[in-house]
């Protein structure tokens, strides 16, 4: 224990957090329903999803704020459901950061390691090194409320992986800054999470924000989990409608499966209809889903499918325009890559859409 | 923008935009000096003249410490200030034992009632805490209710009001309320995510209220038991009701009504009294200084209320029993008083009568004419000056114009008994063309009442003008309307509710002050309620219509309250949620 803090120790030290058939309801409102994750040592995770999706009270509940119903919480292995959230050993990040006002930063730090009896020159060592590890050794005698946002933020990490946690749980830390400090705060989030090696779970309902820095994503909603995968899986192969259309733009388009001459086809309107892949399968009711950058518009040679459409509006974007088209009664927005010079399409132009059977996928839910 | 980043300060909003109107128009100019005039007239010098009395040499005028020196080496003077402090101190102690449990329990537990309970703890405020001395008297003195119940059960009585033991005992049963309104809020303001964090940290139970929950709650609780303090400090007729003569409120008013305005003792005394409430004063800024722990925050919202345990659930509502059968006593015995034939030596009345109410329609409803008028007319001119004030200080750039906010405050550290005295002798002197003093007029007693009562009316109007965005006013500008007419139909609609809670909070307290015009009511036909509720209840047989005046008296200001209440959500409600 003489180094602690270090890349080495903590990062042999990651354990897993195991998440079994959880259920949780206030009265009536049924939160969480039989929720199962697992957490890898080690991991960045996220949960994502839109207000009221139940990720935060599953995140307290981890941290023992929350009392589950049913189900099971294994950190490392062990069972913690039944332990108070002073016995836990999580470290939680609040979204407000909850620094106390009437402590300096210092204390602040020192606070975990105080209540865990820790001898005082150890103490003296550890704050100096959890504040060193996010850059406010220079403030440490300053009042939460001289910091700005992002220096408030930093100390609120610092004063929780001063405990070393087994598990950092974050809740939305990066809610309360501005659009700027995000982008950089997140990155010293993810470096930190590195070179600890600490199995960490992030709550948020910014797609960009969990993309960029988790290994993994479980997108809830209305209480479930949806889907869980790296944030490319969950981008090209999206479970069902919810995870499409969450994460990024995604084209919804209804229509039927119908059988011609051995082959299924599905048809958006009467006589607009493509081939579906025969590795596919595309249960009742199921509707095609794609991404407006893997549609294309007029002669592109690349396309599996063309289908004919009328433009109806367009919107440019810098490097893209983006067309509202028209195909059969549905309709879609189809991003074309802007060349200079090159004529944008006029509403009311009857043209081809251009569709890469590969990155479509069909989700009956 | 300006308006948001000065929002919660008391300075007027600055910004580029704010430096086209430096100079002030002849209007303003004519508000402010009316104003100062106002405040110089009826509180700078009077009080001035109290000090300047106490510091110089009786006929001559010249500067001395010789009154201080007397004051010092007088043993009754010596005497009265230490009771002074040993009961304020005291009233602050039992007060708090009173408003901890009420105030932990309704904020931090799912508890049934938390609503009821913070409503009935101010109850006790609406009353003068001298009509409940002899309610009080009644129950818990030695052949009061209590103890003679304990007398006949177990053989022995407890002191409860025994010389300065019922000073204590009245005005901690008073006062609480102020330490439980501060102390509640500041529990209230704790975002829960404090105390997680704590938790998450290893911290729980006793160790969490220790580290974190009362540091936090520390400057609310500091500011309410200041105000205890000096309120205590200053109170003049419930030591004298309770024939306790050794205080020194009391003694500052026995000097100048027994030996006369001219004897320099009372303005020693008077002087004494302001360095308190001063003191008082400092040490609860001092607390507040540099923390404002208001700390509920995006997500956040208060302590994290808890189910209780069914054992702790008994103990909790065992303990709010209790205690506001205590803080209630006096309203209840106050209400058997004003129906009982004879109570003396026995724990319940004799016998029950209307008699004292038909007599006190009959003869006293002078005095509650007095007070509806005093008190309505005190209100009146609060909410004016407060207006006025808090425009001139939030919107224009009038130079010094922060000088009438801190005089008009300054009202704060000048205790009753001291403004009487210094109206006494300011205005003795001053007399009208037929030859009578203005000091005996009974317009005084309400310029008395208005000038004690200035802050609070002062804080409810700033607070009310300081959440309307300066960019409402100037739309109506940009549109035509002149600074006077923006006023009028900007300004005032929108400030409505504060005005009305400034009037309501004037009347309310004025109606049953008695400090200052104890000193001014020169005749029974000018007397208020409160004043005549003092002659009553000095005889045993003016108690019965004394306690049914009382009864009357609390009904009139509750009534008034919850009128201006319900007027206050209405028109928050048509003003929609926004505000």
């Known amino acids: 224990m003489n180094q602690p803090l270090s890349v080495s120790t903590l990062g042999a030290q990651a354990v897993d957090v195991d998440i079994r058939s959880v259920d949780l309801s206030y009265g009536t409102n049924h939160v969480l329903k039989g929720i199962d994750l697992h957490i890898r040592p080690g991991e960045f995770f996220a949960f994502l999803g839109p207000s009221g999706c139940g990720k935060t009270t599953l995140l307290r509940l981890i941290a023992g704020f929350n009392r589950a119903d049913g189900g099971e919480v294994l950190v490392g292995g062990r069972e913690v459901s039944h332990l108070p959230p002073w016995k836990r050993d999580v470290g939680m990040v609040f979204q407000s950061y909850a620094l106390w006002p009437h402590m300096s930063v210092k204390r602040n730090v020192a606070f975990g390691l105080e209540e865990r009896k820790v001898p005082r020159a150890e103490i003296e060592r550890r704050v100096a ?68 090696g600490l199995t960490t779970i992030f709550v948020t309902h910014d797609q960009e924000e969990a993309n960029t820095i988790c290994d993994r994503i479980a997108v809830m909603n209305d209480g479930a989990v949806q889907q869980v995968g790296s944030p490319m899986e969950l981008y090209e192969k999206p479970a069902n409608l919810f995870v499409a259309s969450f994460l990024g733009t995604a084209n919804i388009v209804p229509g039927r499966v119908i059988e011609e001459g051995g082959a299924r086809l599905f048809e958006i309107d009467a006589g607009v209809r493509l081939p579906i892949p025969a590795h596919v399968t595309v249960l009742e009711g199921a509707k095609l889903v794609f991404r407006p950058q893997h549609a294309s518009l007029g002669a592109d040679g690349a396309r599996d499918v063309s289908l004919p459409g009328t433009v109806l509006h367009s919107e440019f974007l810098g490097s893209t325009v983006r067309y509202g088209v028209k195909v059969g009664s549905a309709e879609v927005s189809i991003d074309v890559p802007f060349q200079s010079g090159e004529a944008i399409h006029k509403p009311g132009a009857a043209v081809e859409v251009g569709l890469s059977l590969n990155s479509a996928v069909w989700l009956a839910s | 923008m300006a308006d948001a980043t000065t929002a919660g300060r008391a300075h007027a909003p600055s910004g580029p935009f704010r430096h086209f109107m430096t100079s002030a128009t002849p209007g303003q100019l004519a508000l402010a000096l009316a104003i100062t005039v106002f405040l110089a007239l009826f509180l700078i010098i009077p009080v001035g003249t109290v000090i300047y009395v106490a510091f110089t040499e009786k006929g001559t005028g010249t500067f001395t410490l010789v ?228 700390t509920v925050q995006r997500g956040g919202g208060g302590l994290a209320r808890r189910q209780m345990r069914p054992w702790e659930s008994v103990a909790a509502y065992a303990a709010v029993f209790l205690i506001l059968l205590l803080v209630l006593a006096p309203h209840i015995g106050l209400l058997l008083l004003s129906f009982a034939t004879i109570w003396s ?235």
């Open chain 2, 345 to 579: 030596f026995s724990p319940l009345p004799d016998g029950f009568t209307l008699a004292h109410y038909g007599r006190v329609f009959g003869e006293s409803f002078v005095y509650v004419k007095n007070t509806l008028i005093y008190a309505s007319l005190a209100g009146l001119i609060d909410v004016v000056l407060g207006t006025a004030i808090a425009y001139l200080v939030l919107r224009t750039k009038l130079i010094g114009r922060q000088w009438l906010d801190w005089a008009a405050t300054a009202a704060l550290a000048i205790p009753g008994v001291v403004l009487g005295i210094g109206y006494l002798r300011t205005f003795y002197g001053v007399q009208l063309p037929d030859g009578t003093p203005l000091a005996t007029l009974w317009i005084v007693i309400v310029l008395a009442l208005a000038i004690r009562r200035l802050p609070y009316a002062l804080r409810a109007c700033y607070a009310a003008l300081q959440q309307i965005s300066v960019s409402l006013e100037e739309a109506a500008e940009n549109l035509g309307a002149t600074k006077v007419r923006t006023v009028r139909r900007i300004v005032l609609p929108l400030m409505a509710g504060g005005i009305l809670a400034g009037f309501v909070t004037s009347f309310a307290t004025a109606a049953v002050e008695l400090s200052a015009t104890l000193m001014l009511v020169q005749s029974n036909a000018d007397a208020p309620l409160a004043y005549g509720l003092y002659v009553f209840m000095q005889s045993a047989a003016g108690r019965g219509p004394g306690a049914a005046l009382g009864v009357i008296a609390v009904l009139l200001v509750a009534l008034c309250t919850f009128a201006s209440h319900l007027i206050i959500e209405k028109s928050q409600k048509a003003k929609g949620a926004g505000h």
């Open chain 1, 129 to 196: 090194a959890a504040l060193e590890l996010v850059g406010l050794a220079h403030l440490a005698d300053r009042r939460p409320s001289q910091l700005s946002g992002g220096q408030q933020q930093r100390v609120a990490v610092a004063r929780t992986i001063a405990i070393e946690p087994k598990v950092l749980l974050l809740d939305e830390p990066l809610s309360n800054l501005d659009a700027k400090m995000r982008v950089q705060v997140r990155r010293e989030l993810r470096d930190l999470q590195q070179r600890l």
């Open chain 2, 67 to 294: 009154n201080f020196v007397d004051f010092a080496r007088t043993d009754l003077f010596i005497r009265s200030f230490w009771n002074s402090v040993y009961v304020s101190a005291m009233s602050v102690v039992l007060a708090s034992i009173f408003a901890l449990p009420l105030a932990y329990i309704t904020t931090r537990f799912d508890f049934r009632g938390a609503m009821l309970i913070q409503t009935l703890g101010f109850l006790p405020l609406i009353m003068p805490p001298f009509v409940g001395a002899v309610a009080m008297l009644l129950l818990f003195g030695r052949n009061g209710t209590v103890n003679l119940l304990l007398n006949d059960w177990f053989g022995f009585r407890i002191p409860f009001m025994e010389g300065l033991n019922g000073v204590i005992f009245v005005q901690a049963v008073h006062y609480f309320p102020f330490i439980l309104i501060n102390l509640s809020a500041a529990l209230r303001n704790i975002d829960r995510a404090m105390e997680e964090a704590a938790q998450n940290l290893g911290c729980s139970g006793f160790r969490l209220f220790r580290r974190i929950v009362f540091p936090l709650a520390m400057p609310g609780y500091i500011a309410g038991a200041s105000l205890v303090f000096v309120k205590v400090f200053d109170d003049l007729a419930t030591p004298l009701l309770l024939n306790v003569k050794d205080m020194l409120a009391p003694q500052a008013y026995l000097r100048v009504t027994s030996i006369g305005i001219a004897d320099p003792m009372g303005y020693v005394i008077s002087v004494v009294l302001i360095v308190m409430s001063i003191l008082a004063m400092w040490v609860s800024a001092r607390a507040m200084r540099g923390k404002d722990y208001a």
